[in-house]
């Protein structure tokens, strides 16, 4: 079993950065992918980035320029640099961790608020 576990959101002003990050613990498991998901009140969960174990990330156009993602495998973290912040990133941000055997598992979301 692998538990994964967001923190790094808040409250934030527009143009206001922060930095999530998500950690996976358990035994007997390699990652394959780790992502980003966000929702917001009302809609559907939707992909946000993603990175490969061999590091190739893929951003939504929305974030694209603006959002960093990045992982530190010995951790078995990922992080989510969110730069420029708008009105619309406002969600619950949610880590996806894709094992090796290609299993599924999420972390409970972090809240995430952009308003001045």
């Known amino acids: 079993q692998v538990q994964v576990v967001e923190s790094g959101g808040g409250l934030v002003q527009p143009g206001g950065s922060l930095r999530l990050s998500c950690a996976a613990s358990?035994?007997?498991?390699?990652?394959?992918?780790m992502s980003w998901y966000r929702q917001a009140p009302g809609q559907q969960r939707e992909w946000v980035a993603g990175?490969?174990?061999?590091?190739?990330?893929n951003y939504a156009d929305s974030v694209k320029g603006r959002f960093t993602i990045s992982r530190d495998n010995a951790k078995n973290t990922v992080y989510l640099q969110m730069d420029d912040l708008k009105p619309e990133d406002t969600a619950v941000y949610y880590c996806?961790?894709?094992?090796?055997?290609?299993?599924?598992?999420w972390g409970q979301g972090t809240q995430v608020t952009i308003s001045s």
């Open positions: 996806r961790v894709i094992t090796n055997k290609l299993r599924n598992y």
């Open positions: 990175i490969a174990n061999g590091g190739t990330r």
């Open positions: 358990g035994s007997g498991f390699s990652i394959n992918t």
